[in-house]
Each structure stands twice: as C-alpha cells, then as structure tokens.
C-alpha cells in the first residue's frame, strides 16, 4: 500500500531558522565555582610537610605585621632563601641586614629572628 500524500523535504523539516540554543549563565557560574575548588591529591607525608610549611609561612606573616606596624615599611623575607645559606650564623647576619630598617627595639629583633631560626629548623 502507498501513502497518497507526497511532501518534498522542505515541507517535512520544521522551519530551522527560528531553532536556538540559549545557554543561561548558571552555566559559568558553575565552571567558576568548580575551578576555584580545584586541587592536587597530595598523601599523607606529603600534605604533612605542606601544612608546617605554611604553619612557618603564616607565622612570619603575622610576625612580620607586628614589627614594621605601617605595612608599607614592611619585608620580604624567603624561607627558602634563608634555609639555602650554610650556618646560623649566615642566616642571623643576613636578616639582620634585612631587618635594620625595622624601627622596633633591638630586642623585638633579636627574639624575631631567634624564633624564624628556630622554626625554619623544622622545614
């Protein structure tokens, strides 16, 4: 049996200049958010040695906002700059030499880079 009706393929397609696709801005926002949580599987040994890096790292931070209290006087001092050199007393003469623009007493100083000596002894 035969279909009587015949169409040609331009009756068949639905009219495709009216289709689209709008993609609303949720989308982004998502893509954002999942990039901004984005992280490396580290293990345990791994992760440990992470977390007292950035132990050492914040407390000199805060360490250094106590000393230079305008912050724009403030420092940088590297860590791994600091624990390259040879000996303590390498180390002692080099922040020294940093910290002498320091307006605090000496023994502020003094007791600064005792503790960072200290606690870069760990790393």
């Given at each position: 049996?035969q ?20 993609f ?21 040994h791994?992760?440990?040695l ?10 000199l ?9 305008p ?53």
């Open positions: 049996m279909c009587g009706l015949e169409m040609n393929d331009c009756e068949r397609s639905p009219n495709r200049t009216n289709l689209r696709v709008n609303n801005e949720k989308g982004a926002e998502v893509k954002e958010r999942r990039e901004k949580f984005l992280t490396a599987k580290y293990g345990s791994q992760m440990s992470i977390r007292k890096r950035l132990a050492v790292e914040m407390w931070y805060d360490e250094l906002q106590k000393l230079f209290d912050p724009s006087e403030a420092i940088d001092v590297d860590i791994d700059e600091i624990l390259d050199m040879d000996t303590d007393d390498i180390r002692r003469s080099h922040l020294i030499r940093l910290l002498s623009v320091c307006k605090r007493p000496q023994s502020d100083i003094s007791k600064f880079i005792s503790d960072l000596l200290d606690r870069a002894k760990t790393l």
